[in-house]
T-cell receptor
Framework: GQQLNQSPQSMFIQEGEDVSMNCTSSSIFNTWLWYKQDPGEGPVLLIALYKAGELTSNGRLTAQFGITRKDSFLNISASIPSDVGIYFCAPRGYNNNDMRFGAGTRLTVKP | NAGVTQTPKFQVLKTGQSMTLQCAQDMNHNSMYWYRQDPGMGLRLIYYSASEGTTDKGEVPNGYNVSRLNKREFSLRLESAAPSQTSVYFC?????????????????FGEGSRLTVL
């Protein structure tokens, strides 16, 4: 089966620092989605990538869909306390309803 | 709009007891999913239903059954609960796009159901 590796597992940073996390897979995908989960809630979509090489920004978030279609990264610039949570990558293949998630990156931001 | 609604939010069971987690969505989505979330394991797919009338196994289906009752509702049943099934369970739905697969693929999640099996 496909292998999906997300790193790092956790990060402890100071407010104002930049953050970078990534996912790599053994399989090729057509879409990479990044979700954030706030404590006690379900994940919510942050950013979506649909083309290899695509670089997309949403405010302080920037994500890229790797050229090989097997990886993606998410950057958060100038972190703030409300960035705390768990971030998940979720790639998707063509005609594939089997939506799987990376193991998550738990982010802690110290004020 | 309520979005995705899960019940119950909390449940404590004894080993061997059975229970059903209910999920309903009001967004007219075709696909629905059940995940479990355990510390350090992320979200693992239990079962999914690509459309009304179909269900398929995900990564960790053992010990669970599902029913896609209609387009709105997708239930998860534990026939004989085990302590290893202590977890937070999330239901989600999505609407595949019209052009082949297409669409955003975005999942909309419920708030979760915290299950403890003693």
């Amino acid at each position: 089966g496909q292998q999906l590796n997300q790193s790092p597992q956790s990060m402890f940073i100071q407010e104002g620092e930049d953050v970078s996390m990534n996912c790599t897979s053994s399989s090729i995908f057509n879409t990479w989605l990044w979700y954030k989960q706030d404590p006690g809630e379900g994940p919510v979509l942050l950013i979506a990538l649909y083309k290899a090489g695509e670089l997309t920004s949403n405010g302080r978030l920037t994500a890229q869909f790797g050229i090989t279609r097997k990886d993606s990264f998410l950057n958060i610039s100038a972190s703030i306390p409300s960035d705390v949570g768990i971030y998940f990558c979720a790639p998707r293949g063509y005609n594939n309803n089997d939506m799987r998630f990376g193991a998550g990156t738990r982010l802690t931001v110290k004020p | 709009n309520a979005g995705v609604t899960q019940t119950p939010k909390f449940q404590v069971l004894k080993t061997g007891q059975s229970m059903t987690l209910q999920c309903a969505q009001d967004m007219n989505h075709n696909s629905m999913y059940w995940y479990r979330q355990d510390p350090g394991m992320g979200l693992r797919l239990i079962y999914y239903s690509a459309s009304e009338g179909t269900t398929d196994k995900g990564e960790v289906p053992n010990g669970y059954n599902v029913s896609r009752l209609n387009k709105r509702e997708f239930s998860l049943r534990l026939e004989s609960a085990a302590p290893s099934q202590t977890s937070v369970y999330f239901c989600a739905s999505s609407y595949p796009g019209l052009a082949g697969w297409g669409g955003t693929g975005e999942l909309f999640f419920g708030e979760g159901s915290r299950l403890t099996v003693l």
